[in-house]
């Protein structure tokens, strides 16, 4: 049974950095594509990143591009999101997805209805 848990969310100021982890366990994930999305209240749920774990490819929004950084720690099983410059606008609870990845990382999934499994999110407060 697939399971993914998210950490790492928090309370921070403005401009300060926080790194989310996904811990992914049931199956190996090597043929997988993982996504994080993030939600905030009252809007729908938004694609922030994903990365191929075989190819390593990553695609970002452009909400967070040049801001957000998606890896993979092959060691722990867990994808990575560390978000630098936060900005209040950046709240929302933030979650982890996974597929099994056909193209082999030649395209990532970013819509919500592409992914199979889910998270149960991630709290991220971000104060100005």
């Known amino acids: 049974q697939v399971q993914l848990v998210e950490s790492g969310g928090g309370l921070v100021q403005a401009v300060d950095s926080l790194r989310l982890s996904c811990a992914a366990s049931?199956?190996?994930?090597?043929?997988?594509?993982m996504g994080w999305f993030r939600q905030a209240p009252g809007k729908e749920r938004e694609f922030l990143a994903a990365?191929?774990?075989?190819?390593?490819?990553?695609y970002y929004a452009d909400s967070v591009k040049g801001r957000f950084t998606i890896s993979i720690d092959n060691a722990k099983n867990t994808v990575l999101l560390q978000m630098n410059s936060l900005k209040p606008e950046d709240t929302a609870v933030y979650y982890c997805?996974?597929?099994?990845?056909?193209?082999?990382?030649?395209?990532?999934?970013?819509?919500?209805?592409?992914?199979?499994?889910w998270g149960q999110g991630a709290q991220v407060t971000v104060s100005s």
């Open positions: 049931g199956r190996s994930f090597s043929s997988y594509a």
């Open positions: 997805a996974a597929r099994y990845d056909h193209w082999g990382g030649s395209y990532l999934p970013k819509r919500r209805d592409e992914y199979n499994y």
């Open positions: 990365i191929s774990w075989s190819s390593g490819s990553t």
